[in-house]
């Protein structure tokens, strides 16, 4: 499984060393079938809601993020 990465540059290339969704800035996402559990792992954690898909979000430590589905 690759996944797209965009370099510095804004150009999109394909990577085997990121098989989950990658953020630009650098911190991986993790994918769940339930954030009930993500979202109480940081006192900072919020659960937004962003074209129809549910994600955990942290503002202040970006390796709590996360996706459902």
């Known amino acids: 499984m690759t ?3 965009l ?4 150009r999109i290339h394909y990577s085997h ?3 989950i969704p990658y953020d630009p800035r650098g911190h991986p996402m993790k994918v769940r079938s339930s ?3 993500l979202k ?3 006192r900072d954690c919020k659960v937004v ?3 129809g ?6 503002k202040t430590d ?3 993020k996360a996706k459902q589905g």
Request: net charge positive; charged share 45%.
């Open 62 to 64: 970006p390796r709590f």
């Open 17 to 19: 060393r990121f098989p």
């Open 35 to 37: 954030l009930k559990s």
């Open 3 to 5: 996944a797209r990465v």
């Open 40 to 42: 109480s792992r940081h």
């Open 7 to 10: 370099d510095s540059d804004d």
């Open 53 to 58: 898909k549910v994600y955990v979000i942290n």
């Open 49 to 51: 809601r962003r074209k």
